[in-house]
C-alpha cells in the first residue's frame, strides 16, 4: 500500500504564493501520471494538473499560466508551485498517483485564499 501525504497549504493573501509537495511513501517505477486535484467547500473534486511518467504536463485553464507542477522521482516527491492566487482557489488540495495496481489518494491539505 503507498502512502501519499501532501504538504504546504495554509492562508495566503490574493496574489500570493504556495508550494504544495506530495511525498510517496515507496519509489515507483512503473506509475502512469501523478496529478493535483481540489475539493472546494460545496463542490466536486475537479482536476488540476498532471504530470505524466515522461514528464508532459497538463494543467486546467482555470489555474494555467499561475499554477506549475513538477516532481522529483528520486525522491518520489510531486510539487504544484501555485502564484496569483485567487480567492476562487481555495481548497482542499489532494495528490493522485495513478499505477498499475490502481490509483493512491493522498489525504489532502487546506488552501486558503483570503485577505
Same mark, same amino acid.
Given at each position: ?9 495554509? #492562508? *495566503?493573501? &490574493?496574489?500570493?504564493? #504556495? ?28 482536476? *488540476?494538473?498532471q504530470i505524466n511518467r515522461g514528464g508532459i504536463t497538463d494543467y486546467a485553464d482555470a489555474v494555467k499560466g499561475r499554477f506549475t507542477i513538477s516532481r522529483d522521482d528520486a525522491k518520489m516527491t ?6 496569483? +492566487?485567487?480567492?476562487?482557489? /481555495? ?5 493522485? +498517483?495513478?499505477? &498499475? ?7 489532502? /491539505?487546506? *488552501? /486558503?485564499?483570503?485577505?
Amino acid at each position: 500500500q503507498v502512502h501519499l501525504v501532501e504538504s504546504g497549504g495554509g #492562508l *495566503v493573501q &490574493p496574489g500570493g504564493s #504556495l508550494r504544495l509537495s506530495c511525498a510517496a511513501s515507496e519509489s515507483i517505477d512503473n506509475y502512469y501520471s501523478m496529478d493535483w486535484y481540489r475539493q472546494a467547500p460545496g463542490k466536486q473534486r475537479e482536476w *488540476v494538473s498532471q504530470i505524466n511518467r515522461g514528464g508532459i504536463t497538463d494543467y486546467a485553464d482555470a489555474v494555467k499560466g499561475r499554477f506549475t507542477i513538477s516532481r522529483d522521482d528520486a525522491k518520489m516527491t510531486m510539487f504544484l508551485q501555485m502564484n496569483s +492566487l485567487k480567492p476562487e482557489d /481555495t481548497a482542499v488540495y489532494y495528490c493522485k +498517483l495513478s499505477t &498499475p495496481r490502481g490509483p493512491y489518494w493522498g489525504q489532502g /491539505t487546506q *488552501v /486558503t485564499v483570503s485577505s
